[in-house]
Nanobody, 127 residues
Framework: QVQLVESGGGLVQPGGSLRLSCAAS????????MDWFRQAPGKEREFVAA????????YYADSVKGRFTISRDNAKNTVYLQMNSLKPEDTAVYYC????????????????????WGKGTLVTVSS
């Protein structure tokens, strides 16, 4: 079975940093465009970032551009999200996901475009 497992969430002060990891199994990881989404309490799940299969093309939501960096290591079947200059409004459960299509495009993704989801990891930004 396909499994995506996020890790690295926790409590961090405003202005701090966290690095999230998502370990994939049960799929040919290098064949998938990978994404990060997040969902704050009482809000809809929103797109954060996407990365192409192998050459490192990326796309970010405006809310995180310049602060977050998505990367991947296909040899380790892992995608990462480096989060810097964190703000209280970044507080959310963060989910990694694999897209249905292998074609990389710019623009915010929709949750329905994803083939597989992890269970999420909680990031809390607070003093």
């Amino acid at each position: 079975q396909v499994q995506l497992v996020e890790s690295g969430g926790g409590l961090v002060q405003p202005g701090g940093s966290l690095r999230l990891s998502c370990a994939a199994s049960g799929l040919t990881f290098s064949s998938y465009v990978m994404d990060w989404f997040r969902q704050a309490p009482g809000k809809e799940r929103e797109f954060v970032a996407a990365i192409s299969r192998s050459v490192g093309n990326t796309y970010y939501a405006d809310s995180v551009k310049g602060r977050f960096t998505i990367s991947r290591d296909n040899a380790k079947n892992t995608v990462y999200l480096q989060m810097n200059s964190l703000k209280p409004e970044d507080t959310a459960v963060y989910y990694c996901a694999a897209e249905r299509s292998t074609y990389f495009r710019t623009g915010n993704r929709r949750p329905g475009d994803m083939a597989y989801w992890g269970k999420g990891t909680l990031v809390t930004v607070s003093s």
